[in-house]
């Protein structure tokens, strides 16, 4: 089966600008997770969809960021506007299960490289 | 869930077996051990999961003993492809999302 897949790997934008990360999750995967590490910092969850609602968003850091799964298949997450601190690594990953330490549990997909400037 | 305590960091050779350990005090009746490998640019991946004793599979096998108040991620015959981030995680399987934390991790070097 193909694996999850982000878009785009890498992404250099100004301060204030708004930047979206898109992911598409293994189908038939009704859950969703974005997940980010910032620099030199431990990977730390953001949020989790099952199927296009929101299940769990208690790690989304701020109002700046806000996560879309429209129709329940990809997912986006808008950053607006970006700030320093949000630079590093967004994964996203998906399970057919609720709960991600059950046996081969997620899928991560190979993550978007965010850097502000 | 379980708070996990990993070495920073461990340098090996091509061909030697790697063991690394990942200390668990507080863990859990309902607490399994599960291991992610993490490869430079890319998310990651489950390697081996289990709850006691021994449990070996075309990767890696993991040690739990007795008490398993810890556990070791056991490589065998590693190459330069095993150079990755390891990650041991503790909860209950029904654990969300949100309450799985993945820690620092170890980073694996291995030269030639």
């Known amino acids: 089966e193909a694996g999850v897949t982000q878009f785009p790997s890498h992404s250099v934008i100004e301060k204030g600008q708004t930047v979206t990360l898109r992911c598409d999750p293994i189908s038939g995967h009704d859950n969703l997770y974005w997940y980010r590490r910032v620099m030199g910092k431990e990977i730390k969850f953001l949020l989790h969809?099952?199927?296009?609602?929101?299940?769990?968003e208690s790690g989304m850091p701020n109002n700046r960021f806000l996560a879309e799964r429209t129709g329940g298949t990809y997912s986006t997450l808008k950053v607006q506007p970006a700030e320093l601190e949000d630079s590093g690594v967004y994964f996203c990953a998906s399970s057919r299960e609720q709960s991600g330490l059950q046996t081969y549990g997620y899928t991560f997909g190979s993550g978007t490289r965010l850097t502000v400037v | 869930l379980a708070k996990t305590t990993q070495p920073i960091s461990m340098d090996s050779y091509e061909g030697q077996e790697v063991n690394i350990t990942c200390s668990h005090n507080?863990?859990?009746?309902?607490?399994?051990i599960t291991w992610y490998q993490q490869f430079p640019s890319q998310g990651p991946r489950f390697i081996i999961q289990?709850?006691?004793t021994k449990v070996t599979n075309e990767v890696a096998s993991l040690f739990i003993p007795a008490d398993r108040k810890s556990s070791t991620l056991s490589l065998p015959r590693v190459s330069l492809s095993d150079t990755a981030v390891y990650y041991c995680l503790v909860g209950d399987i029904g654990s969300s999302a949100s309450k799985i934390i993945f820690g620092s991790g170890t980073r694996l070097s291995i030269r030639p």
């Open positions: 969809f099952v199927k296009e609602s929101k299940q769990d």
């Open positions: 289990g709850y006691k």
């Open positions: 507080n863990i859990a009746t309902n607490d399994y």
